[in-house]
Each structure stands twice: as structure tokens, then as C-alpha cells.
């Protein structure tokens, strides 16, 4: 039998026994008091309970009322957001999330998950959570609309998200959605969620239609559509700058479950009943709908109706309507439900009442006997827990010390402290049949493999120092140049390469900038730039010109490539202090880069040449060209302008230009500084996918 089995059947046998007992104490106990309550039931001071609801309507409907006050501040900053997000050019594109990709997992957002602020309540009365993401809104189209037709109106609500969070930060779990309609059909909600019903058109929802119609800020209870809560939303139009309809937005706020759940409940019982009552004109009509939110109802089928129209159907709450009309607060007597019962109400926002309602059967108690009861009750289930709970530590506790802590655990721990202070013959002899025996098989195998690792890493710690060292440690010094390098690697070994080279040329100062980059990244790439560097540095120390100089460096490189199908671009200059040309030679890389900000352009210093380590017998040409002072010269690699960030988008030679131009009369190590920056900041929390290396010369004359 395997030991979870083991442990498991332990701890259920030696719990289950005290689990019954409390059970059955509890239960028997419970029902000696619902009959002592039922027969110690007597009058009580009608007026002091009545005033008592009173107080309690009052600061609950104040407390609904500055809410409400809230909420349509709240909503009245997401209008007018949403207008100016019809008045602005649409943004960039942004990754968004459609209501159906919600459903997929494959397709769902990363962060979605769980919420406990949106329960799903089937007709069965299981309760499930609704999964939804913090991070995204939910894009829905309306039937019969396509992407193409509206992306316009897509982009445009995809600046309202910022607004959205904030307001469901605000709100927290007191609100359920914010969203926002157009009228050709867009639909952008937040939190992100799906679950829409087949069909679902925003424009036919209640809260889109009574705002459309009334042209006002409205209040109206509404069934959600996905968590079948009833809500209380509050909706209002918004506008086109030509002054024209645009849309809706709305907000659906969990009045609902307040009621349920207020304070209201501690001092009557739970046979207490509590309402929201509402009167809404329908334009153009003009005709007045009465609603009623009921805390006993908080949760609907998708096909309930929550406004009820009382005239005619309710005489009590017709008579209720009646008598709270046009007044602050107050109480009266009224059956509710054939049982003779105490009103409470006060007025709140926009026409609505907050309503309690208590079976005066209930409330009419002797509140000394019921606390006695309550004492009794209490000492008696303190007293019977408490020793089913002690009886269960100290029998859990015995076994768990006995089954938990055995010697095989202590020497794999000990096992294991060996092995982190770097101690790799370390091993463990297995003589059980159970997992305890995988466990230490899998540690077996597990160390040798760490050695190694730590003996690569070692290794390529050591192969990074030695290549760092290879790579120029300063700027150079050349008179009428300013000039700046750098390489960063994506592993810790790469294959990119710069150096500057001194030389003199018939008696005058002169610098050989280079820079190459082998064919993918890592070790094997590190091997060959290490090579390439030995021979440009050993032919460049002899007579010749460049272009003999990289024809000479080809046919010695590809001996060493011709089996192996690698290859490196390069790019080969030189610069004389007095001369006021530059001569290069291209092999197979990316032209280099001319700033001219006399006129504000960019050029290229081509040339014809392919990459060192193709064919031994090519010769290469060099090329030559004149250059200004003020002209900014960039060499790089394709890692820069290949770089991708998150989102896919890569970063592109137009990205580099415009740092250059604008950066142009900085030094040339600035100009390296900031492009490395900009890499860094584009390229956000996406890992480094190639080398990086740049190279800047600013004529300085």
C-alpha cells in the first residue's frame, strides 16, 4: 500500500469519531433551542422596535443614497472619457480579447481565473464562480457585425480601459461590470469575461434602450447576462462631437447583495424582508414604471423579469407606494404576505425607497430569555467543540509525530544539506518498496547532473571572461573622431564582434574600425569570433590594403568553416586623422549607417561582398567615399533593428534612425548609451533573442 494511502486511512479513522459526536451534538442541541424560542415567544414594546427600524432604514438609505451620489459621478467621468475617445484619432492597435476567447482556454487571456465577486447561481442552486481577467477588457460585437466594419470604433473604446480598471478599483466587490456601447454594435466590458447567451446584442438590453429614450442618466435593475445576478445599473448616453448619439455606457452595481447581506439583518432575525422601490418614466410615453428589488430574490434566470409594474398586481406594495410618496422616512402596519407586519422606509436617490419589513411575531420577543437561551446554548457547544477539538490535535498530533518524522526522512535532509555546501559523492541507499524508494532513486540521478552543471557553468563563466576581455576596454583616441563601441551577448558567450585596430599610414594616425557577426549565438559562435579576431589582428599588422586584408582573413576562416556551413559577416574601415575620407570594405553585413544633419538625411556606405567563410577564393573590394564634419557614421549588427518586444513588433533600422537624428550632436559613447536604453525599454520583460553590437563615429573636424 502505497504511504499517502497510509496516512490518509490513519488520520480519517482517528477524526472521524469526534467529527460524528459534534455533529450530533450540535444537531440536537440546535433543535432544543428553535423550541425553546418557539414556546418562550411573548410581546415586546411595539414602538420601540418600530423606531428602531426607522433609525436603521435612515442610515442605511443615507449610506445608499452618497453611493449612489458616487456612482453617477463615477459614470459621468466614463461619458465623458468615452466622448473624448470618439473625438480623438483611434490609438495603435493593442492585443485584445474577444467575449469567445474567454470560453477557450487556449484562446483565454493568462491571468484569467476564478473571482468569488462573480457567483453563477444555476436553477439547482449550485453556485460556481465566473472566471474573468484584471488584466483585460472583453471586446463583443453584436450580431450581424464584422471586425472589418467597426475596427475604427474597436480602437476608439480600447482608450476607455485605463478608465474602466480604475473604476473597478474603486468600486471593488461592491461592482460587477463597467462597460461601454456604441451604436453600430461594439461592446467593451471590464473585468474581462465571457459567457455571453447566443444572440446577445447590447443595444436590446433594458439599460441601453431606457438611456437611449430618456436621453438621461437612468437607474434600473437589471438580470445580468452572464452571472444571472441581479444588478443595479445605471446608464447614460454619450455623444459624437457633432453632437450626435453615440452610445451607452453603464455600470452594474451589486445593490442587490447589499441588501442581503447589510447590517440590517443582526437585530431582527432572518424572516426580515427589505426592498428597494423605484419609479422610472419610459419616454416619449411619459408612463411611470415601477420596479421592486427584493434581498430575497438577489439571483434570477436569464428569462425573470425584475421590474414589476405594481398597479393592479401587489395591492401592498400599490398601498406601499401610496404612503411613502413625497415623505422622508416614517413606519405603519400592514399585512405583507396574509402576516400582520411592521413597515419601515426612507427615501434615497432619484425617486427610490429603501423599505423593511418584519413579522411583528418575530420581532415581539423578550430579548432576557432569548439571551439566556443563547448563554446556555453557547457554554454547551463551546464546551462539547472544545474537547472534540483537543481529543483531535493530541490524536493527530501523536500520529503525525510518529509517521511523519521517521529516520529516513532525517538522512534524506541530511542528504541534502551535504549536497548544497557542494559535497557531489554524496548518495542514498534505498531499502523500501514504496515511493520513498523513487525518491531516493530520483535524488541518485539528480546529482551527478547537478555536478555537471555547475562544472558547465563554471566553464562558460570562465569562456565569458576570456571573450569580455577580447572586446575593446576604452574608447579609442583618434584626432578629428569621436567614436564608441559596444556588445551586449544574449547568452553568456556570443558570436558579435567589434574591435579598433591602430595603425599608421605613412606616417600619420589611423584607426581600423571592425565589426563582424558569426552566424547564430552561444559557444560554437564565441569559438569562431575568437578566431576571426586572431586573424584580422595578425593581417592587419602587416602592409596591405583592406581589401587584401579581408580577402586574405576569408581564405584562412574558411579552411576552418568549409565542413561546418557557419559563416560572419563583417565590416571592415578605415579612418587617418587627416584624411577626410573613409575606405571599407563590406562583407556580406548590413550597410552602415550616414547622418548628414546639414541636410537631414541618412545614407549607406554599400558595396558589393559576401560573408567571410563562404568560399576561399573570393577577393573582395573596398570602397570609398568623402565625409563631413558634423556626419554621424553607425555600424551594427541585426540584432538591433530584429529585436521584438512582447508583442511581436520588432523594433526596425527607422527606430535607430530616429534615435540618431535626434541625438546627433550628443558624444558618440551617449549615442551607444541611448540606443542600448531604448533596446532595454522596447524590449520590456521578452527575452533577448541575438547578440547586440554597435559601433558609433562621429567626424569631428
Not at 468600486?171 to 473585468?191: K, N, Q, R
Not at 573596398?622 to 563631413?628: D, G, K, P, T, V
Not at 559613447?669 to 547578440?691: K, M, P, S, Y
Request: net charge negative; glycine share 6%.
Amino acid at each position: 500500500m502505497k504511504l499517502r494511502w497510509k496516512h490518509f486511512l490513519v488520520l480519517v479513522a482517528v477524526s472521524l469519531v469526534p467529527l460524528l459526536a459534534v455533529t450530533w451534538v450540535t444537531h440536537n442541541a440546535s433543535r432544543r433551542l428553535g423550541t425553546t424560542i418557539s414556546d418562550k415567544t411573548q410581546n415586546a414594546l411595539k414602538e420601540k422596535i418600530s423606531q428602531s427600524m426607522v433609525r436603521a432604514t435612515r442610515s442605511y438609505a443615507d449610506l445608499i443614497d452618497s453611493g449612489g451620489f458616487a456612482s453617477e459621478q463615477a459614470l459621468k467621468r466614463l461619458a465623458a472619457r468615452a466622448e473624448l475617445a470618439m473625438a480623438l484619432p483611434p490609438p495603435p492597435p493593442i492585443k485584445l480579447y474577444y467575449d469567445t476567447d474567454f470560453d477557450d482556454p487556449q484562446s483565454a487571456p493568462k491571468d484569467l481565473a476564478q473571482s468569488t465577486n462573480h457567483p453563477i447561481r444555476s436553477e439547482g442552486g449550485v453556485v460556481s464562480y465566473k472566471h474573468i481577467s484584471r488584466e483585460n477588457p472583453n471586446v463583443l460585437l453584436a450580431p450581424g457585425v464584422t471586425e472589418d466594419k467597426v475596427a475604427t470604433d474597436i480602437a476608439r473604446l480600447t482608450r476607455l480601459i485605463p478608465t474602466l480598471k480604475d473604476l473597478s478599483r474603486q468600486y471593488d466587490a461592491g461592482l460587477l461590470w463597467a462597460y461601454a456601447s456604441l451604436e453600430s454594435g461594439v461592446h467593451i466590458s471590464y473585468p474581462g469575461h465571457g459567457g455571453y447567451p447566443p444572440g446577445y446584442d447590447p443595444r436590446q438590453r433594458p439599460w441601453y434602450q431606457w438611456a437611449t429614450n430618456s436621453n438621461a442618466l437612468t437607474w434600473l435593475p437589471i438580470v445580468d447576462a452572464t452571472t444571472h445576478q441581479l444588478t443595479l445599473t445605471v446608464s447614460m448616453p454619450y455623444r459624437h462631437p457633432d453632437g450626435s448619439f453615440a452610445g451607452v455606457v453603464a455600470m452594474d452595481i451589486k445593490i442587490a447583495y447589499a441588501l442581503a447581506a447589510g447590517e440590517t439583518t443582526a437585530d431582527w432575525s432572518r424572516s426580515m424582508s427589505s426592498f428597494i422601490v423605484g419609479v422610472e418614466k419610459e419616454d416619449p410615453s411619459n408612463k411611470e414604471k415601477i420596479w421592486v428589488l427584493s434581498s430575497r430574490e438577489k439571483i434570477f434566470t436569464f428569462e425573470s423579469t425584475v421590474g414589476v409594474e405594481l398597479s393592479g398586481q401587489s395591492p401592498e406594495l400599490s398601498e406601499l407606494l401610496r404612503r411613502v410618496q413625497n415623505k422622508r422616512s416614517g413606519y405603519f402596519d400592514m399585512p405583507f404576505k396574509g402576516v400582520d407586519s411592521i413597515w419601515a422606509y426612507a427615501a434615497m436617490i432619484r425617486n427610490q425607497y429603501f423599505v423593511l419589513v418584519v413579522p411583528k411575531s418575530i420581532i415581539m420577543t423578550l430579548p432576557e430569555e432569548v439571551g439566556q437561551m443563547f448563554d446556555r446554548y453557547s457554554r454547551e457547544q463551546a464546551s462539547v467543540t472544545g474537547i472534540a477539538i483537543v481529543l483531535a490535535l493530541v490524536v493527530v498530533g501523536i500520529v503525525a509525530f510518529f509517521t511523519s518524522r521517521p529516520g529516513y526522512i532525517l538522512t534524506i535532509i541530511d542528504a541534502w544539506q551535504r549536497l548544497a555546501q557542494g559535497d557531489f559523492s554524496v548518495r542514498l541507499k534505498a531499502s523500501m518498496k514504496d515511493e520513498r524508494a523513487q525518491l531516493i532513486h530520483a535524488f541518485n540521478e539528480l546529482v551527478p547532473k547537478i555536478e555537471e552543471h555547475m562544472r558547465m557553468r563554471r566553464a562558460l563563466g570562465l569562456a565569458q571572461e576570456v571573450q569580455q576581455s577580447l572586446l575593446p576596454q576604452s574608447n579609442p583616441s583618434l584626432p578629428g573622431f569621436d567614436i564608441a563601441g559596444a556588445s551586449i551577448y544574449c547568452d553568456e558567450t556570443g558570436g558579435d564582434y567589434y574591435d579598433f585596430i591602430e595603425t599608421d599610414r605613412d606616417g600619420q594616425a589611423g584607426l581600423d574600425v571592425v565589426v563582424g557577426d558569426v552566424s547564430g549565438h552561444g559557444v560554437s559562435s564565441a569559438l569562431l569570433m575568437a578566431t576571426a579576431r586572431a586573424l584580422i589582428m595578425l593581417r592587419a599588422s602587416m602592409p596591405g590594403d583592406a581589401a587584401g586584408i579581408i580577402t586574405d582573413v576569408n581564405r584562412h576562416l574558411s579552411l576552418d568553416t568549409a565542413q561546418t556551413g557557419n559563416f560572419m559577416t563583417f565590416f571592415y574601415c578605415e579612418l587617418t586623422e587627416s584624411v577626410t575620407k573613409i575606405r571599407w570594405v563590406r562583407a556580406g553585413h548590413d550597410p552602415a549607417l550616414v547622418y548628414d544633419p546639414s541636410i537631414d538625411a541618412f545614407d549607406e556606405l554599400k558595396g558589393q561582398g559576401v560573408p567571410l567563410g563562404f568560399d576561399d577564393s573570393i577577393e573582395y573590394d573596398s570602397f570609398q567615399r568623402r565625409i563631413e564634419p558634423g556626419q554621424v557614421i553607425v555600424i551594427g549588427t541585426d540584432g538591433i533593428w530584429e529585436m521584438h518586444n512582447d508583442t511581436g513588433k520588432m523594433f526596425g533600422k527607422e527606430a535607430l534612425m530616429e534615435i540618431i537624428r535626434n541625438n546627433h550632436t550628443a558624444s558618440a559613447r551617449q549615442i551607444v548609451d541611448t540606443v542600448t536604453e531604448e533596446l532595454e525599454q522596447f524590449r520590456g520583460n521578452e527575452a533577448q533573442e541575438d547578440d547586440i553590437t554597435l559601433v558609433v563615429i562621429k567626424v569631428d573636424r
